[in-house]
């Protein structure tokens, strides 16, 4: 039905930056919000950006300042643009769409991404 293909991972020294993208594709009439979490090894997956329908974006405290998401609406498409990585930021990221309603249906769903690897060290 719906699959988010997400690329852009890898591997960067601390203070560098990476470009993750992630876009939606399948039989979609809508999509509410698009956004990135991520989850590192032995922990909980956590929040980390939103782009909302209505265009407002929201930040993990962790990140505000140095991660920046967009979206392009038109193309289901969503960027998390990060820059002066940490080591802390090492994870798997998760690409995350909210509210997807499916052509010919009345219902609304949430859809993962497979994740991609994003590794911060020096």
């Known amino acids: 039905q719906v699959q988010l293909v997400e690329a852009g991972g890898g591997s960067v020294q601390p203070g560098g930056s990476l470009r993750l993208s992630c876009t939606a594709s399948?039989?979609?009439?809508?999509?509410?919000?698009m956004g990135w979490y991520r989850q590192a090894p032995g922990k909980q997956r956590e929040f980390v950006a939103m782009s909302y329908g209505g265009g407002a974006t929201n930040y993990a405290d962790s990140v505000l300042g140095r991660f920046t998401i967009s979206r392009d609406s038109d193309k289901n498409t969503v960027w998390l643009q990060m820059n002066n990585l940490l080591p802390g930021d090492t994870a798997v990221y998760y690409c995350n769409a909210e509210d997807v309603q499916l052509y010919y249906t009345d219902d609304y769903r949430t859809f993962w991404g497979q994740g991609t690897q994003v590794t911060v060290s020096s």
């Open positions: 399948g039989t979609i009439f809508s999509i509410g919000n």
